[in-house]
């Protein structure tokens, strides 16, 4: 789990499964620890990264905490051991996903049971809210993934196509659009208030296990378990790969075209697609101009940009 604050300054995030503390966003400086765990446990947050929800291997309790006092607001039982849980964008409702086929979401005012979402034909795996709406997207091992509503537990859609395992749904910023992962190497991107199927973008050879979406929603990143693939405004083609050393995945800037991606050797490295930023850092770590050949690797550009020099023949 790595998460920033509203205000982009600081990432929360686990150390080694068992801490969790901030970090200066701009200079890396380790910040303060917000709690410890006795086992290594998952975290989901709010939108706002006030409110988190955290799992413990071998228990069935979901402890609610505040993000930054780091202490314990409500702890509920829930009969057996989740897999995965998610809380909604103001933090009121949790979504349970259990070994069973039938998610439950709990309201957070009263730590009771508020519906049951009845539908999967196997556990889903997958859950993810809608960004304002007491909406919410799960997906699974019936290779489908569904949206609800979360006041009734109606099924609004139910998204068929995927050939195997859907791990992961994501809503875009404006919840307008909604993509799933899945183990077929794809991501499908839909129209969420339709249900129709907008656009299928290759993540071959790898499994799809992770999607996030820039705030402006003009970005899209898809993680496998040894890539990080990017597309800008949803061409079929991807722009690049970024190999991660089969690290788990990240999250963008609350503002900036930055994202953060976790690597297996425990760093957390932030990511820009700003071209203008890409050129100032090539410009203060390169001693020689850029190849042609290295704007189309590096920048991602058919021609170097006006600003980048271009080296003198019998330079290169």
Request: aromatic letters at 8%; one cysteine or more; hydrophobic letters at 40%.
């Amino acid at each position: 789990m790595i998460a920033y604050d509203t205000t982009g300054e600081r990432v929360l995030g686990l150390e080694g499964q068992r801490s969790l503390r901030w970090w200066n966003a701009n200079t890396g400086q380790v910040g303060r620890e917000v709690t410890h765990f006795e086992a290594p446990s998952a975290v989901a947050e709010s939108q706002d990264v006030r409110t988190l929800a955290t799992m413990t291997e071998g228990s069935d309790d979901v402890r609610i905490w505040d993000a930054e006092s780091g202490q314990i607001i409500k702890e509920l039982s829930t009969g057996t051991e989740p897999f995965a849980t998610a809380l909604s964008a103001d933090g009121g409702l949790l979504a349970w996903l259990g070994r069973h086929p039938i998610p439950v979401i709990w309201d957070m005012s009263n730590g009771k049971r508020l519906v049951e979402l009845k539908g999967h034909q196997a556990p889903p795996i997958a859950v993810s809210w809608h960004p304002r709406l007491p909406i919410l997207a799960t997906g699974g091992r019936d290779l489908t993934a569904r949206v609800w509503d979360a006041r009734t537990g109606r099924a609004l859609h139910v998204l068929r196509g995927h050939t195997a395992f859907v791990y992961h749904v994501a809503w875009d910023p404006s919840g307008e659009r909604l993509a799933t992962c899945s183990a077929d190497q794809t991501a499908v991107i839909w129209d969420a208030q339709s249900g129709r199927r907008l656009r299928t973008l290759s993540m071959a050879p790898d499994e799809c296990v992770g999607a996030i979406w820039s705030p402006d929603g003009k970005w899209f990143v898809g993680g496998s378990r040894d890539n990080i693939s990017v597309w800008r405004d949803l061409d079929a083609t991807v722009l690049f790969r970024i190999g991660r050393e089969r690290g788990s995945f990240g999250v963008f800037h609350p503002s900036r075209p930055h994202f953060v991606a976790n690597l297996s050797d425990g760093r957390s490295v932030v990511f820009t697609l700003d071209l203008d930023e890409l050129i100032g850092i090539a410009d203060s770590r390169l001693t020689r101009t850029f190849t042609p050949e290295e704007c189309r690797q590096y920048l991602h550009v058919e021609a170097c940009p006006a600003d980048v020099p271009q080296p003198a023949d019998g330079e290169r």
